[in-house]
């Protein structure tokens, strides 16, 4: 069988029947929107943006059947509004996931504690994906056996203690992403595979797994 690479978190809405993308739509900054495309998205409001967007999306945008995810949303120490501002719009995101069955993709910096408190505060069913992971070997002994997963991109290159952690993390917790960057997701996934010293070809079919098990509504 031939994997597609699954792109978790992506702002490019190229097209490409080797890939399954999903892509982050924040209202007035994303321009492809969910309800006039055929592509998957996730929905939700960037803590960057919670000032400016105002108001929580209504129920039937995030209900839509090509809205495979809630998010990103999540918790920003060097930028965005108050944490406690930040904390309010992230529980409303835990809120919708859980409403409606769907994963939460998360924005994470410098706030892995926090997440931590509120996970462990709401108790959520649903799986929870780190998208462009930056952390350290901690997390592993922070989130282990909770379904919250760690979704890596070009930039996870760059920092020796992410190349760590990517290198000893379950293979059954990571994602691969494009994010904003320009690197294409093969890139992505050549680049990852070398860390962690597998083929493309077993990166590609662990994460299209793990892709399943996540969203099983698909499946």
Request: glycine share 4%; aromatic share 12%; proline share 5%.
């Amino acid at each position: 069988m031939e994997y597609k690479y699954i792109d978790i978190h992506s702002h490019h809405t190229d097209v490409s029947p080797d890939c399954i993308r999903i892509l982050n739509y924040c209202p007035g900054y994303d321009r492809e929107h969910p309800e006039s495309s055929k592509q998957y998205f996730s929905v939700g409001v960037h803590p960057w943006y919670i000032e400016s967007v105002k108001k929580m999306p209504g129920m039937e945008l995030f209900s839509l059947r090509n809205v495979l995810a809630i998010g990103e949303t999540g918790l920003d120490k060097l930028r965005g509004p108050a944490m406690d501002v930040q904390e309010r719009w992230f529980v409303m995101h835990i809120m919708r996931s859980e409403q409606l069955s769907k994963p939460l993709i998360l924005h994470n910096v410098k706030s892995t504690q926090k997440i931590l408190e509120h996970y462990n505060r709401h108790k959520p069913l649903q799986p929870w994906i780190m998208h462009g992971f930056q952390g350290n070997s901690n997390a592993i002994e922070q989130f282990e056996g909770l379904p919250v997963y760690f979704s890596f991109g070009i930039r996870a290159l760059i920092s020796s203690k992410t190349i760590d952690f990517f290198r000893r993390v379950d293979p059954s917790k990571i994602f691969a992403e494009t994010d904003e960057n320009s690197a294409a997701i093969e890139l992505v996934y050549l680049s990852l595979a070398k860390i962690r010293e597998t083929s493309v070809t077993e990166l590609k079919k662990q994460v299209y797994k793990n892709f399943a098990v996540v969203f099983k509504a698909l499946h």
